[in-house]
């Protein structure tokens, strides 16, 4: 498995991608648009993914501030085979809270499990860290 990404929802894109980019020294690596679940992604760090994480700059729109104990959104780790972690995470007991299947929009392959404190962990499916 590898860290991947860590998902932030923010009141204002441009506003966090300013600070991340111009205040910390990330590098803007992507955006991405999807009107039909309206919201817009921007991802920073200081190198490119899967070789550095990063982190997922999530604004959904129309939503200008969250309370703090809701801005947390995820971890992210790449698994060469989601349904195969999933079921090794349910037989050690593991809480699968979404089952996997593709990501809404898109069809990248993705589940959530959570841990014991109720923290969200998504699984992405990356077949090339099979070999890792």
């Not at 991802?43 to 939503?63: Q, R, S």
């Not at 299947?101 to 860290?129: C, H, M, N, W």
């Given at each position: 498995m590898r860290l991947l990404h860590t998902m932030l929802r923010v009141g204002n894109l441009q506003r966090s991608i300013d600070f991340y980019t111009q205040v910390l020294?990330?590098?803007?690596?992507?955006?991405?648009?999807?009107?039909?679940?309206?919201?817009?992604?921007?991802?920073?760090?200081?190198?490119?993914?899967?070789?550095?994480?990063?982190?997922?700059?999530?604004?959904?729109?129309?939503?200008?501030?969250?309370?703090?104990?809701s801005a947390y959104g995820h971890i992210a780790l790449g698994v060469?085979?989601?349904?195969?972690?999933?079921?090794?995470?349910?037989?050690?007991?593991?809480?699968?809270?979404r089952e996997p299947g593709p990501v809404k929009g898109g069809s990248t392959v993705i589940a959530f499990v959570t841990d014991p404190d109720g923290y969200k962990i998504e699984l992405i499916?990356?077949?090339?860290?099979a070999n890792l």
């Amino acid at each position: 498995m590898r860290l991947l990404h860590t998902m932030l929802r923010v009141g204002n894109l441009q506003r966090s991608i300013d600070f991340y980019t111009q205040v910390l020294g990330m590098t803007l690596q992507r955006t991405s648009e999807n009107p039909e679940y309206k919201y817009s992604l921007a991802f920073v760090g200081y190198g490119t993914n899967p070789d550095h994480a990063e982190i997922e700059l999530t604004y959904n729109w129309g939503v200008d501030s969250y309370d703090m104990g809701s801005a947390y959104g995820h971890i992210a780790l790449g698994v060469p085979d989601v349904y195969a972690a999933c079921d090794k995470i349910k037989a050690a007991g593991g809480n699968v809270t979404r089952e996997p299947g593709p990501v809404k929009g898109g069809s990248t392959v993705i589940a959530f499990v959570t841990d014991p404190d109720g923290y969200k962990i998504e699984l992405i499916q990356r077949p090339q860290y099979a070999n890792l």
